[in-house]
Structure formats: structure tokens, C-alpha cells
């Protein structure tokens, strides 16, 4: 970094205004006697994007504290810091290389959508059965392991070979046979796997702490999936051995070039495409990301228009009056744990041709999930998506941004912290948690 | 009567699913028993034999004799240690155990081996090791992955004063504390790092290769740090550019840090991360575009674990890969015995470097405490420093000791109970598929069976 001091008294400018627009605009609030639900989180970002210019007349005034006004004040934030990065250091590749940003964000969206995915999963059950399942990497784990071994099996080679002939007697006609079919039923395998395994579980151990029967539920609840968790772990090495595996990709990316010379707008290869010359995604994430943005919509469509969707919200909006309308709030139950299991078995599954495969590679996964939910909102679908995209942004610009290279991917675990930290400070219920 | 079913129905499943988990856990079984098993068994046989025969009093002197010496052993079994490399080292320890038993066992004792798992973390080592020595009481300690594990626990051994072999960690601080009880088969991280900046100058000067700058991806260890800095210091030193990237164990997803890498339009890439880690990156660069098959990449050591390594990385192809121990064409007999070995139990065509290093840790061991002719702690360090043990490795001893120590012997205290000379050579998978013993030795050039494939070059 060229101008430390630039950056660093800019950081510390933007934090002190922050904090003292943090404390000091919920106390103002409160004394007029004005809503303060949003007031620490508006005062925060206001007072670090415009110091004591903004703060005053705020103070004076008391204006309602819209969205909105959030909004635009952290991107103010986001811009201050930025400007003052590139001031800093003008040299650095977040700043000087505009393909290098456009990569880094495209990376950070892409995990993201992936992230997101795992961690719809998790905020599912919590909305539903107020339990946090710390068994949801496992789940994660369990899914990509059904979808390696499924994929390795003599079954999917010859079911590929048969989609393979297929596509080929059919002249083309079906040749999307040979590219969705096969996977498909590697993703529906551990969907399935999953789903079954959480519904058994659910309703072998939740559901009487659902139904009043267990003491202390909150402790029970914790307890139980952790218990859930070390035994899906060690019996899956002890099925399948400790050491590392990964699936082959799920197909191979067609050829092609666009302009057909050039190909600067579009190339595409078996193992990559490349957009603009400078966006490059490697075929299994891509893909991966493609079946996190399909997965959502299908969920969203699941939860916003069938009546079984809307059962589920209903009783994680208020259980005792779902119960009154005829809804089943035991059976919702059970369904949205096996929900939130073959979520992250989908995840897991989809990420199994992008990482090395091992029983314990959902903790870090479920750790990351926690963080995201908790961040955008206990409980809340929109939260643990946008959250998702938040933290992997994040991740992608500390990443790519921080000049020390010996330390930039050595802090991955941290950013999304500090993140959950500035969050749970002015926002304790979550960027879209629902108020207390 | 409906409470009562569920409940039985619950103890039926809990019963079957731990009889699924013990029927399914051969694995972890055999690591804690004894390696002796059959040949033991046969051994002890008519011990047994006079032992039922004699009253129970005259029984306890016989019995006591019996008893067999316990040595511990350390080895990465789960994630996010080197699981492949941990496998590999008890498969080979296990080995050497069997060997031992079938020879009649240590001063006419059978051996016990009790293999933990350290899960390549400092403070799981620290735990198993304190196990070990005060649980089990072992006598003496062998095996051991990672350097940060290596480091922590000879902290341990020491305070315990119990002698220990470390079978493969690196860090020289190991040794250059001088612990009476610490000795160390594996080479120092510092050699190897000139090793392998010889083999970058030689890819340059004398291949013919064009490396100006050199990206180290390292993880954040006891071995990672201190290997990145002397490899960084020594190309310095030739006018090769270095820039490090340094990751978490454990890490999987490297996307934003290849990206980095890539912009920094790197002339070859070192990998010094360990296990699981070096697959995702090898794979994810590869992915990207600047893999084994991009840019001249000098791949971790556990890509010599061939079958892990085509699962994990299948666009490996002309990975470099340091391999430590004479190459295959130059084996002993001890070595090829133990190769024959090694392939009837794991399956595997050919042996890693850790599970040469693993097996001959245990037998030397077994060596030493039969010269001292105790199990008394002084006794086995005497021994080990005035050893001279012919192992799957070489010739090995510890010339650096008590009696030779680095002032007087005007080395760097790093040579303190350390194996002088193990040699490292550099292999090149040059066919996809390739089992590691069947690469192509490129370096150094004594040893060479073929010319490196330099990829990346215009």
C-alpha cells in the first residue's frame, strides 16, 4: 500500500462517526419518543457516511428511518471506503485491473448463490422448528457422498453411455438428454438420500420436543443434532475411509466461440467458459451455481404458490393459528427438516465436482451457514440468500483486495465475521430478521 | 402400550445401527490393536501353553515377561490432517509391527503398536501423545505427518522424557532445540527447500526453462511458514521473484486466490500446502487455466498417493512432485521387501516417501530399545545416537548426539539428532494415470530416468 495513512484515517473516521451514530441515534429516538427499531443501524451508517453532516440534522430532525435511507447511506459507506482504498493504493489489482474486479465479483457472486443455497436449508428449519440443526453440514456432507459414489457406480456409467446413444440416434433432438438427465440423477439421489434421512430423524427425535414432551428443548434441540452430526460424520468414514474423493464434472461445456474467429465475447470450452475475455468460470462451478439459482426458484414457487408452501409459512408465521386453520403444524414440521436436510445434500452434491470430498468437509460449510443466517436474518429465506451473496462478495474482495498476499486468503474465514460482528452490532435480529 | 413399541422400536434401531458402525470399522479397529496379531499369536503360543500349565503363582514372573512393549505411533487419520498420507503411514507401521512380532518381538516380547490419530492439529497431537505415555505406556514414540503436530508434541516427549522418531514432519526447530529425546528420519523443511530451489535453477539454467517469478501457495503451519521463507530467501538469492499466498489448512475453495495468482502472470507454481488443500488448488488452477498442464507446478508430496491423486486432480498431468527417498530403481533389499509388502496389504503399486519413513521409524525403534536391551528412556536414546539402522530409507544414524554435538562439530543445531542424509529427488507424471513409481525421475540428474516435460513455454 502507496498512502496508508490515506486508508487508515479514513477506516477510522468512517468507524468512529459510525459508532458514535450507533449509540448515540437510539437514545435521541427513544427520548422523542420516535420508533428506534431501526434507529442504531440508520445512525451507524449515516454518521460513517457523513460524519457530524449528517448527524446533526439527523439528530435535530428525527426523520422516519426508511429502508431506503439505509441504503443509500451504506452504499455512501462502501464508496467512501473504496475511494479511499484507490487513493491508498493505486497499484493494486482491485483498483488498476478492471478485469481482475469484474473476476473477483463474479467469483464472489457465484459462491455466494452457492452459499446462499447451503443456508436456505439451515434458516428453513429454524423458521419452522426453531431448532438450529448443527447436523447441516453433515446433511451437506452425506450429499455429495451419495452423488461421488452414485457416479462412480457401474449403474450411472451405463446410464450414461444409454443417454450418450440416445442423443446420438436422435440426431441432436435429444441431446440435452445427455446433459441433464444423467447428473439429474445424481442430484435427485442425494436430495432423496437426505430428505429421507431428516425426515427419519425428525421424527424419531424432534418431534416430541415439538410436542412438549422434552423439558428443556432449546438445550435438547442442540444437543440431539450435534449428537446427529458426530454420528453421520464417523459413520460415513467408517463406510467410506477418510481419504479424499471428487466427482468428474457432470458434462462437458459444447465448443463454442463467439465471434467464431476471436471468441472475445463468448469461449467456451469442456472445462471453462469465458466471457469478455477477462470473466472466467471453471464448468463445475458454474454449473454448481446454475442448480443453487434453479434449486430457489423451484423452492420459491414450492413456498409462495402451493398450498403445502404456504402451510409451511403459515406455521412458521404463527404454529397455533396454522393449527386452527387444518394445518398439520407435526407433519410441517417433519417435512421442513427433511427440506432443510435435502437442501444442503443439493448443495453438497453440486459441489462435489468442485471440491475434494471428505466426512468432515461440512464443518466449515455449517460454519459458514451459521454465520450467514445469523446475518441475514434468523429464520428468513430472502436473509440467508442475500446473506449468502454478502458474505461470498466479501470473502471474494478481502480475498482479491487486500494488498499482503501472504495474509488475503489466510483471513477467507474472518470476513465474513467481521461482517456478522458490524450486523449483530446495529442489527442484532439480522439484516432481514423480523423485529422482537 | 404405543410408548412402549416406540421405545423398543428406538433400542432396535440404535442396536442395529451399532452393529452397522462396528461391522463397518475395520479400519479404526486396527489402529488401535496390536499390529502383532498372527505372528505374535504364534509366538506367544507356548508361553500360553506353560502358563495354564504352572500354578497361578509361579504364572505372574512369566506373565510379566510377556507383557509386551507398547511404542506409540502418530499419524494424521482425519481430516483436516493429510488423511492419505496418515493412511499410508499406518499401513506401513503396521508393516514394520508385524515384522518385528514375526521376528520374535523386542528383547523376546512381543510388540504392541498403538497408532493415534492426530488429526494434523497441534493440539489434537498434544493430547494423543499425552495419551500415549501416560494412558498406554509406551515406551517409545514414532511416526508423525505434520510439522505443527511434530512441533507441539516434542514438547511433550520431552517433558516426559520419552524418545521419539519422527517419521516425516520437517520443521527444523524440531531438532535444533536439541531435546535429548528427539530425533528426526525426515529432512529438514531447510533442505528441502534448497532441493527444491535447485531443481527451479536447474529447470532454468540447464533445461532450458524461462522462470523469472514463482508463485508459493503455502499453508499457514509450522511447515508451510518457515518453507515458503527459506525457498522465497534462496530465489531471491538466484534472481527469481517469489510471491506467497498463504491459506489455512484445510482450505477448499481457492477461487479468489487463483485469481490473484493468475494476474501475477507466475513462470511456475509451487505448492506447499498439505492433504486435501493441494488437490483443490492443483484442480482449481486447472480449471482456471493454470494448472499442471499450464504452468510448470511443483505439486505437493501427497501426489505421489497416485489413485487419490488422479480422483482429485485429474488434470494432474505433468505435476513435478518431490519425492523423498532413493527412487525405486535405486531400492534396497529392505526397501523392496518392504514394497512387497506394502502392495499385498494396501493394493497400492507403489510406496510414498512417509510410509518408507513410517516403517523405518517403528524398526528403529525396535532396534534400539533391543541394543539397549531395556525400555529404560536413557537407554533407548543411548542407543539411538550410536545406531546404525539399515532401513527402507538407507543407512541411517544420528552422527550429530551428545557425544558429537553442533559446536563441536561446527554444524547448525538443526543437525541434532537428525538423519544427515536423505535423499530427495524430483519425479514428473508425465501420462495420465500414471502410478507414482512409474514416473520419471528429473531431478537431480544422478538419479534421471527421462528429461522433464516443460509445459507453458512459447
Known amino acids: 500500500m502507496e498512502n496508508p495513512a490515506i486508508f487508515w484515517r479514513v477506516t477510522l473516521w468512517i468507524l468512529f462517526w459510525g459508532a458514535v451514530g450507533g449509540v448515540v441515534t437510539p437514545r435521541v429516538y427513544a427520548r422523542k419518543d420516535k420508533d428506534i427499531s431501526q434507529a442504531g443501524l440508520a ?12 448527524l446533526i440534522p439527523l439528530w435535530i430532525r428525527t426523520p422516519k428511518l426508511t429502508g431506503r435511507l439505509i441504503v443509500l447511506a451504506g452504499l455512501m459507506v462502501i464508496g467512501i471506503f473504496v475511494a479511499a482504498f484507490a487513493l491508498a493504493d493505486p497499484n493494486n489489482l482491485c483498483v488498476a485491473n478492471g478485469g481482475f474486479v469484474v473476476s473477483q465479483l463474479t ?11 447451503m443456508a436456505l436449508g439451515l434458516t428453513l428449519i429454524f423458521s419452522i422448528l426453531g431448532v438450529v440443526s448443527f447436523a447441516h453440514g453433515e446433511f451437506y456432507m452425506i450429499g455429495g457422498m451419495v452423488a461421488y459414489f452414485l457416479s462412480v457406480s457401474p449403474f450411472y456409467k451405463e446410464l450414461r453411455k444409454s443417454a450418450e446413444a440416445l442423443a446420438e440416434n436422435t440426431g441432436g433432438i435429444l441431446a440435452f438428454v445427455n446433459y441433464v438427465f444423467p447428473p439429474l440423477i445424481l442430484l435427485l439421489s442425494a436430495c432423496i438420500v437426505t430428505f429421507v434421512i431428516g425426515v427419519i430423524f425428525e421424527r424419531l427425535f424432534l418431534r416430541e420436543m415439538n410436542q412438549g414432551k422434552v423439558e428443556r428443548p432449546g438445550e435438547y434441540a442442540i444437543l440431539v443434532t450435534f449428537g446427529l452430526a458426530f454420528f453421520l460424520q464417523y459413520f460415513t468414514q467408517a463406510l467410506t475411509s477418510a481419504n479424499p474423493v471428487k466427482a468428474q464434472r457432470f458434462w462437458d461445456f459444447p465448443r463454442v ?3 467464431e474467429e476471436s471468441g472475445d465475447i463468448l469461449k467456451m470450452t469442456a472445462g471453462n467458459i469465458t466471457v469478455l475475455r477477462e470473466i472466467s468460470i471453471p464448468n463445475p462451478r458454474f454449473t454448481a451455481a446454475v442448480i443453487a439459482v434453479v434449486m430457489l426458484g423451484i423452492l420459491m414457487w414450492f413456498l409462495y404458490r402451493t398450498w403445502t408452501g404456504k402451510a409451511l409459512r403459515a406455521v412458521s408465521q404463527d404454529r397455533q393459528a396454522a393449527a386452527v386453520t387444518g394445518i398439520n403444524p407435526d407433519n410441517m414440521n417433519t417435512l421442513a427438516f427433511g427440506m432443510g436436510a ?5 448443495s453438497g452434491a453440486s459441489l462435489v465436482q468442485v471440491f475434494s470430498w471428505l466426512p468432515q468437509v461440512g464443518i466449515p460449510a455449517a460454519a459458514r451457514s451459521f454465520v450467514i443466517i445469523v446475518l441475514g436474518g434468523m429464520g428468513s429465506l430472502p436473509g440467508a440468500f442475500i446473506g449468502g451473496l454478502i458474505v461470498g462478495l466479501v470473502e471474494a474482495a478481502g480475498t482479491g483486495c487486500i494488498p499482503d498476499t501472504t495474509r488475503a486468503a489466510a483471513y477467507i474465514p474472518a470476513y465474513g465475521m467481521i461482517i ?6 446495529l442489527k442484532p435480529t439480522g439484516l432481514f430478521g423480523r423485529e422482537l | 402400550m404405543l410408548r412402549t413399541r416406540k421405545t423398543l422400536w428406538l433400542l432396535s434401531l440404535l442396536a442395529i445401527l451399532i452393529l452397522a458402525l462396528a461391522a463397518c470399522a475395520p479400519a479404526a479397529e486396527q489402529v488401535g490393536e496390536p499390529a502383532a496379531e498372527q505372528p505374535a499369536q504364534e509366538e506367544a503360543a507356548p508361553a500360553q501353553e506353560a502358563k495354564e500349565e504352572a500354578p497361578a503363582e509361579e504364572a505372574k514372573p512369566e506373565e510379566a515377561s510377556m507383557e509386551p512393549i507398547k511404542i506409540g505411533a502418530l499419524a494424521p487419520l482425519s481430516a483436516p ?16 509391527a508385524d515384522e518385528i512380532n514375526a521376528a520374535g518381538g523386542i528383547l523376546g516380547r512381543p510388540m504392541e503398536l498403538i497408532i493415534v490419530d492426530t488429526e494434523g492439529l497441534p493440539e489434537k497431537g498434544t493430547a494423543v501423545a499425552e495419551k500415549l505415555i501416560n494412558q498406554d505406556g509406551v515406551v517409545a514414540i514414532g511416526g508423525g505427518y505434520h510439522s505443527s503436530v511434530g512441533v507441539a508434541v516434542k514438547e511433550v516427549t520431552h517433558d516426559n522424557h520419552v524418545p521419539i522418531v519422527f517419521a516425516e514432519p520437517w520443521n527444523d526447530t524440531i531438532t535444533s532445540v536439541m531435546y535429548p529425546e528427539v530425533f528426526r528420519i525426515a529432512p529438514l523443511n531447510s533442505e528441502v527447500s534448497a532441493v527444491d530451489v535447485k531443481f527451479i535453477i536447474w529447470l532454468r539454467d540447464v533445461a532450458g526453462a524461462d522462470i523469472n517469478k514463482v508463485v508459493l501457495l503455502t499453508e499457514n503451519t509450522d511447515y508451510g511458514i518457515p518453507a515458503a521463507e527459506e525457498t522465497t530467501r534462496l530465489l531471491g538469492e538466484a534472481d527469481i521473484d517469489a510471491v506467497t499466498f498463504s491459506v489455512d489448512i484445510g ?11 493468475k494476474a501475477e502472470e507466475p513462470d511456475m507454481i509451487m505448492v506447499l500446502a498439505t ?28 501426489s505421489l498417493v497416485s489413485d487419490a491423486f488422479w480422483t482429485n486432480v485429474p488434470d494432474g498431468n505433468y505435476c513435478f512432485v518431490r519425492r523423498v527417498g532413493l527412487p525405486v530403481q535405486l531400492y534396497n533389499d529392505v526397501a523392496k521387501n518392504f514394497l512387497a509388502q506394502y502392495k499385498e496389504r494396501t493394493g497400492k503399486e507403489a510406496a510414498e516417501s512417509y510410509a518408507l519413513e513410517a516403517y523405518d521409524s517403528i524398526k528403529i525403534i525396535a532396534q534400539a530399545i533391543e541394543e539397549a536391551g531395556s525400555t529404560d528412556a536413557d537407554a533407548i536414546i543411548e542407543a539411538l545416537e550410536n545406531i546404525e539402522y539399515t532401513g527402507a530409507l538407507g543407512t541411517i544414524t544420528f552422527p550429530i548426539n551428545s557425544k558429537n554435538p553442533p559446536d563441536k562439530a561446527g554444524v547448525d543445531p538443526k543437525w541434532w539428532h537428525q538423519f544427515p542424509e536423505p535423499a530427495i529427488t524430483i519425479v514428473q507424471y508425465q501420462e495420465e494415470g500414471q502410478d507414482s513409481n512409474d514416473t520419471t525421475v528429473v531431478f537431480p540428474e544422478t538419479y534421471a530416468t527421462g528429461d522433464p516435460i516443460i509445459v507453458g513455454q512459447e
Not at chain 1, 445512525?43 to 449528517?54: N, Q, V
Not at chain 2, 493429510?82 to 499401513?91: F, I, S, T
Open chain 1, 257 to 259: 466461440k463467439i465471434p
Open chain 2, 275 to 302: 492433504g486435501e488443500a493441494s488437490y483443490n488448488f492443483e484442480q482449481q488452477a486447472a480449471d482456471a487455466g493454470i494448472g499442471p498442464q499450464d504452468v510448470p507446478m511443483l505439486c505437493n508430496q501427497v
Open chain 1, 107 to 117: 467469483n464472489g457472486i457465484v459462491i455466494g448463490i452457492i452459499y446462499g443455497l
Open chain 2, 81 to 96: 490432517g493429510a488423511v492419505v498420507g496418515g493412511e499410508a503411514m499406518r499401513d506401513a507401521m503396521n508393516i514394520a
Open chain 2, 251 to 261: 482450505t477448499q475453495d481457492f477461487s479468489g486466490i487463483i485469481e490473484r495468482v
Open chain 1, 342 to 346: 435435502m437442501l444442503a445434500g443439493l
Open chain 1, 43 to 54: 445512525g451507524a451508517a449515516i454518521g460513517a457516511a457523513l460524519g457530524p453532516i449528517g
Open chain 1, 420 to 425: 456478522l460482528t458490524l450486523v449483530l452490532l
